[in-house]
T-cell receptor
Framework: GAGVSQSPRYKVTKRGQDVALRCDPI?????LYWYRQALGQGPEFLTY????????KSGLPNDRFSAERPEGSISTLTIQRTEQRDSAMYRC????????????FGQGTRLTVV | GQQVMQIPQYQHVQEGEDFTTYCNSS?????IQWYKQRPGGHPVFLIQ?????EVKKQKRLTFQFGEAKKNSSLHITATQTTDVGTYFC????????????FGKGTKLSVKP
C-alpha cells in the first residue's frame, strides 16, 4: 500500500477482553516494529520482526502481549485480558531494511480499556 | 540494556531564536535517526546519521553525530511556528534491520 495502515483507529474495550490490533506495512518492507506511546512520551519499543521472524520481543510488558507476522507482511498485536493500564496509542512502523532503515509510521490505534 | 537520554524534555522559545536538542547513548551506535512528531500526528523521519563526526544540514536544521558515535544533536536556527512539535532521536543498534529505540523526545513550542 501507499503507507502503513493500522486498524482499527480507535478501540474501546472492557477490562478483561482480548483485543487484536492490525498493522499492514508498506509493501515489500522487511522490518516491522510495534511501539506503545503514552501522551507526551516517546514511542516505547514493544517488538519487531524481520520478514516473519520475531527478532526481539523484549519490550512486551508481560505475557498478555503477543505479536505475529506469519507471512512476513501483515502483523497482529494481541493483548489478552486487557487492563486499564494497557490504554495507550499503539503504533506500528515499517522499514525497507537493506541500508534503508527509515521507519514509516502508521496513524496508530488508540486503545481505551474501560 | 540499551539506554538513551534526550535533553531537554521541553523547550519554549520566541520565534526567531535558536533551538538545540541532545541525545546520548550509553553504548556505541550503528547509526542514529531523528524524527519529528507534530501535535496529534505520528513520528516522521527527518534524517539518518551514520559516520563518526558526521554533520548534515536541511535548510535551518543541522544534525551532528559525535565522534564516538554515542551522541547526537539537532539544532534549529531561527525557529518558526512551523517547527512546533516533538523531536525524537532513534537509536539503531543493529544496522538497517536492527532494533530502533526512541528517546523520550524534546517538545518544542514557539511563541510568535
Amino acid at each position: 500500500g501507499a503507507g502503513v495502515s493500522q486498524s482499527p483507529r480507535y478501540k474501546v474495550t472492557k477490562r478483561g477482553q482480548d483485543v487484536a490490533l492490525r498493522c499492514d506495512p508498506i509493501s515489500g518492507h522487511v522490518s516491522l516494529y510495534w511501539y506503545r506511546q503514552a501522551l507526551g512520551q516517546g514511542p516505547e519499543f514493544l517488538t519487531y520482526f524481520n520478514y516473519e521472524a520475531q527478532q526481539d520481543k523484549s519490550g512486551l510488558p508481560n505475557d498478555r502481549f503477543s505479536a505475529e507476522r506469519p507471512e512476513g507482511s501483515i502483523s497482529t498485536l494481541t493483548i489478552q485480558r486487557t487492563e486499564q493500564r494497557d490504554s495507550a496509542m499503539y503504533r506500528c512502523a515499517s522499514s525497507a531494511g537493506w541500508g534503508q532503515p527509515e521507519a514509516f509510521f502508521g496513524q496508530g490505534t488508540r486503545l481505551t480499556v474501560v | 540494556g540499551q539506554q538513551v537520554m534526550q535533553i531537554p524534555q521541553y523547550q519554549h522559545v520566541q520565534e526567531g531564536e535558536d533551538f538545540t536538542t541532545y541525545c546520548n547513548s550509553s553504548t556505541t551506535l550503528s547509526n542514529i535517526q531523528w524524527y519529528k512528531q507534530r501535535p496529534g500526528g505520528h513520528p516522521v523521519f527527518l534524517i539518518q546519521l551514520v559516520k563518526s563526526g558526521e554533520v548534515k544540514k536541511q535548510k535551518r536544521l543541522t544534525f551532528q553525530f559525535g565522534e564516538a558515535k554515542k551522541n547526537s544533536s539537532l539544532h534549529i536556527t531561527a525557529t518558526q511556528t512551523t517547527d512546533v512539535g516533538t523531536y525524537f532521536c532513534a537509536l539503531n543498534y543493529g544496522g538497517s534491520q536492527g532494533n530502533l529505540i526512541f528517546g523520550k523526545g524534546t517538545k518544542l513550542s514557539v511563541k510568535p
